[in-house]
């Protein structure tokens, strides 16, 4: 906790250990831990689990993260129940907002990331996990359009973007790299100096 930034804070409880991590073929890492990790409060379950996985799955190699305690497989979170299957991974997302409510059933989950800064001034991104329809077929414009438009009033976060930063164009992915053409809302005040 001592060597965590201002504003943030642990989720997994004190004294949790890891028994052991395991890599496997197929992306999947095994995350072992002592029982102390059962004695989160039962709000941070859902924090508990997104911090492990998207810990995990930073690296190239592993795409999916399994939770053991004391050498046996989880099927669900110990307190809540959440249901965790055969893994966790960064599909089943980050920080929820709980902004606009978007038919789960008609839509997908892509993950943008906010500004938020700390006590002592610091600038961080905030990973957050929004839905947009499948009826957008273009997804690259849709994402755009949902980081421009920013987090929910919810959220102490802020998106990098002003109001009226606008694409003018269809975003165009070529040779590995994405070209987005914004109006000159993209650079908010600086234009209007």
Not at 66 to 71: A, D, E, F, L, S
Not at 168 to 193: E, H, R
């Amino acid at each position: 906790t001592d060597e965590l930034p201002n504003g943030f804070q642990a989720v997994l409880p004190p004294n949790t250990e890891v028994l052991g991590v395991q890599t496997q073929k197929d992306g999947t890492i095994i995350a072992d831990f002592s029982p102390e990790f059962k004695q989160y409060r039962a709000e941070d379950e859902i924090k508990v689990f997104q911090a492990v996985t998207w810990t995990l799955t930073q690296f190239d190699n592993v795409t999916k993260v399994k939770i053991r305690i004391n050498g046996k497989d989880l099927a669900s979170m110990p307190v809540n129940k959440a249901q965790i299957g055969d893994g966790l991974t960064r599909d089943d997302g980050i920080n929820f907002d709980k902004g606009d409510i978007v038919d789960i059933m008609n839509s997908r989950p892509v993950t943008l990331y906010y500004v938020s800064q700390g006590e002592m001034g610091d600038t961080y991104y905030v990973p957050v996990t929004t839905r947009i329809s499948n009826a957008e077929t273009d997804s690259y414009s849709a994402i755009v359009n949902e980081l421009v438009k920013g987090p929910s009033e919810y959220s102490n976060l802020v998106s990098d973007f002003g109001t009226d930063t606008k694409l003018v164009s269809q975003p165009v992915f070529k040779g590995g790299k994405l070209v987005l053409n914004f109006n000159d809302g993209i650079y908010g005040n600086i234009a209007k100096n």
